[in-house]
């Protein structure tokens, strides 16, 4: 938490999985939040749009906030809990991919690799994320077999 953040109370979540927040009118965020659905078979995971109320609260708790142009992916564990923690940009990804089981675990490898490299490669597919996979004007209405994993 940073000091001086305003607190914001912890909104409760049915599930104490984690959360995956993504940039909603994000084609490649999409794309990754429907290969994260597919691949999850314990639905461990959630899903809220950094546009969302939940990820602004949960965002504000750990002095972050999705500031017009979200470019980040924020994994947010034990949501709710005293041992809630946040992990952005490539750092959520591989808890992602880690969190997923099986051959994505591998993944973890690339953790040997300085988190400011990681994060470089990172920031180059943000910035060029709406131009390569597109943006919607509005967040995508999730399937009715998903629906109930995602928060906003």
Known sequence: ???????????????PGPVLMY??????????VQFVLGRDRRRRFRFAPLQGLFATQALARHGLHPIGDPNTIVLLESPGSA??????????VLAIMTGLGGPWRLVV???????FLRDAVYDVVARFRYRFFGR?????????????????
């Open 1 to 15: 938490m940073v000091p001086g953040a305003p607190v914001v109370p912890r909104a409760p979540v049915a599930n």
């Open 23 to 32: 940039d909603g009118v994000c084609g490649l965020c999409n794309r990754y």
């Open 83 to 92: 041992f809630e923690q946040v992990h952005v940009r490539s750092d959520a």
């Open 109 to 115: 490898v690339l953790r040997v690799i300085p988190r």
């Open 136 to 152: 919607f004007d509005a967040c995508p209405v999730p399937s009715p077999s998903s629906r109930d994993r995602f928060l906003d």
